[in-house]
């Protein structure tokens, strides 16, 4: 772009040439130390996890849809390629000016300013095309041709980074465009210059109009950290630690964990890397991931005393839905009641565990309440042989897969794999109807563990519950259906721990420390804790995710705040889906919160609390009482339990 601004009778001038110099030497400098750089780091990268670049797939994850170049007010990966409505204006209207322009006889020519517009137009194009990675045209080919002819591209997972570009790109194209636009008008001098800081100023009120800038306050201790310090200390041991959850290396989560542990002078097994080793993903991950649902063997337990580990620690608002097929809840529960894992203390939303030697504690008989689901397998998009996928307004995701005997061979759908640890009360459940019958596999990482058929006889959807086997070992979990006779349409299917029932016939008191929350559990065990200066604005607690039979409940949220009475906690609604945004129900101060609910379809039901940051509180429980109902009947597959009916 330098070069291009050198008018063409000038350009072999040595003059020139000799002023260059300074530039092109320290481009070349810095491209030799970028080399260096590379080969210093190549062995390390070679054996990460990162070595000949991440799949396809994790890019697409990452990768932003083209309405994020104008959406206001983007959420995720799509505000990050945010360009707004007025700078392409401004640069738009100078490019044509420029391109329709003539030059007065008597101005010197200075370069080639149309050809420099032109390549910072394809190199906006270009870039624009590679920050939606997987999601642009014709499936992503501009990332893919990029990833074959330059092999380190292949090593970005958030194509989005290509807009560190855009700065330097809209400086020099918007320096033309308003040369451009100025000397086409009588805008002289002063009047240029305020017409130019009138327009940056306006881009930068509709660019700041698109951010909310935050303050973050990093606490200055933390007693769970410190106890574990401290215990290590007064036994001549160097403090170490696991930290859960668990990550495979590279997810920012870890961040939290680190500046604690740099707090404490806390040794930690896990933190991250933007290069992860081999090494570490198999002896510390994938060795040690049951461990972010509460499932620990006896030969983790001993690897982690072998190396001078005695202690977890447990962030309980670090926990999202991808670490485990159930709330957070359920792991603490697991750990709390390990013979072979003792609670230490809990501050806040950090829990410290320490870790026995094969003494074994004793723990006395509990049966756990039911883990709601955070694994929903929607079967019109599993993997599957034969069918046929029909759209259906009373369908969870609106649509189902069909399958009629005989139409097709080896017919099947398939759910995708979920990591589960064993537990004696797994089951699946499968909203289904139609007249024939299905055979349901349960798969164990390659292991059948479980086979059972299912008859089905209803034109409604009903829901079938089949139990998994308790099973053996930390593994990944699916589920196999083929049919066997008859005509019968599948919808979806849940992974669910413990027992529901579809049709309560007395009121149903949730704890809320039981259902996906942010914040921390009470010392009750029972209430979550909110904090104004440290939970989000957001989503802070919602479930069950399970259905409930046809009819009309009442839904309650049941709170607590030392706050005036009547200020403005936060807001609840019921859902059937994540677009459902309407009926939303204010939480207030000393009164109460609740709604009428009229089930219409056997869907699973998801209640969400938002918090509105006013005042600190508590949510102790979410119950749901029945008002009336339709008629219900039990459905089970055969030789099934007859626990759970399901609903007409």
Not at 120 to 127: C, H, I, K, N, T
Not at 225 to 244: C, K, N
Not at 399 to 422: H, Q
Request: hydrophobic share 45%.
């Amino acid at each position: 772009l330098g070069l291009m601004q050198t008018p063409g009778r000038t350009w072999f001038d040595r003059s020139r040439w000799r002023a260059r110099v300074p530039g092109i030497a320290a481009l070349g400098a810095f491209m030799v130390a970028a080399a260096l750089y590379r080969g210093m780091r190549h062995a390390h990268i070679a054996a990460s996890e990162m070595a000949g670049g991440r799949a396809l797939r994790e890019a697409l994850i990452f990768s932003p849809r083209w309405q994020g170049f104008w959406l206001w007010a983007a959420e995720g990966v799509n505000s990050h390629i945010y360009i707004g409505y007025l700078l392409p204006l401004l640069l738009a209207a100078g490019a044509v000016t420029l391109f329709l322009r003539r030059s007065p006889e008597s101005e010197p020519r200075a370069g080639y300013p149309r050809w420099t517009m032109a390549v910072l137009a394809v190199s906006f194009g270009g870039a624009m095309l590679l920050a939606l990675g997987g999601r642009g045209p014709l499936d992503g080919l501009a990332l893919r041709m990029v990833r074959t002819l330059i092999p380190p591209y292949a090593m970005i997972r958030q194509p989005a980074k290509i807009f560190v570009l855009m700065p330097t790109l809209i400086a020099a194209a918007g320096a033309l465009s308003f040369d451009a636009l100025v000397r086409s008008t009588a805008l002289r001098r002063r009047g240029a210059g305020i017409a130019v800081l009138v327009a940056v100023l306006l881009v930068l009120a509709e660019y700041k109009a698109q951010v909310r800038p935050t303050i973050c306050l990093l606490a200055d201790r933390q007693d769970a950290y410190a106890a574990v310090a401290r215990e290590d200390e007064s036994a001549g041991q160097l403090p170490r630690a696991l930290v859960l959850p668990i990550w495979p290396g590279e997810s920012a989560e870890a961040s939290v964990y680190e500046y604690f542990a740099q707090q404490y002078g806390i040794r930690m097994i896990n933190g991250y890397s933007p290069v992860v080793s081999r090494e570490y993903v198999e002896e510390a991950f994938r060795r040690l991931e049951s461990a972010n649902q509460g499932y620990l063997t006896d030969e983790q337990i001993d690897y982690l005393l072998s190396i001078g580990v005695r202690n977890l620690l447990f962030h309980e608002n670090a926990f999202p839905e991808k670490v485990s097929p159930f709330p957070v809840s359920d792991a603490l529960r697991r750990l709390a009641r390990h013979p072979r894992v003792e609670p230490v203390v809990q501050a806040d939303t950090v829990h410290a565990f320490r870790l026995l030697p094969p003494v074994a504690k004793k723990v006395p008989a509990h049966r756990p309440p039911v883990a709601f689901p955070a694994r929903r397998f929607e079967l019109e998009h599993g993997l599957k042989e034969g069918g046929e996928t029909q759209a259906d307004p009373e369908a969870g995701g609106g649509g189902f897969l069909r399958f009629v005997s005989g139409a097709s061979k080896d017919a099947f759908v398939e759910t995708k794999p979920a990591r589960a640890a064993p537990a004696a009360n797994l089951a699946w459940w499968i909203r289904s109807r139609g007249h024939g019958r299905v055979e349901a596999q349960t798969f164990w990482g390659e292991d059948e563990i479980g086979k059972q058929r299912v008859s089905l006889d209803d034109d409604d959807w009903t829901w079938q519950r089949v139990p998994i086997p308790d099973p053996a070992r930390y593994d990944q979990a699916r589920l196999r259906i083929e049919p066997v006779a008859g005509k019968v349409d599948l919808d979806l299917v849940l992974l669910v721990a413990g027992d529901w029932q579809l049709a309560p016939e007395k009121p149903v008191e949730i704890a809320a420390a039981d259902l996906f929350h942010a914040g921390y559990t009470a010392e009750d065990g029972r209430a979550v804790v909110f904090r104004r200066d440290v939970d989000p604005l957001a989503a802070v607690l919602y479930g069950p995710k399970l259905p409930l039979a046809k009819g009309t409940y009442r839904i309650e949220v049941l709170h607590a705040s030392d706050a005036p009475a009547g200020s403005e906690l936060g807001r609840f609604n019921v859902r059937l889906s994540e677009r459902d945004e309407a009926g939303w129900v204010p939480v207030r101060s000393g009164e109460p919160a609740g709604m009428e609910w009229v089930q219409e379809q056997t869907l699973p039901v998801n209640i969400v609390f938002v918090f509105e940051r006013n005042h600190d509180m508590r949510v102790e429980a979410v119950r749901i009482t029945p008002v009336a109902r339709t008629s219900v009947s039990s459905t089970t597959g055969e030789g099934g339990s007859t626990e759970s009916p399901s609903a007409r």
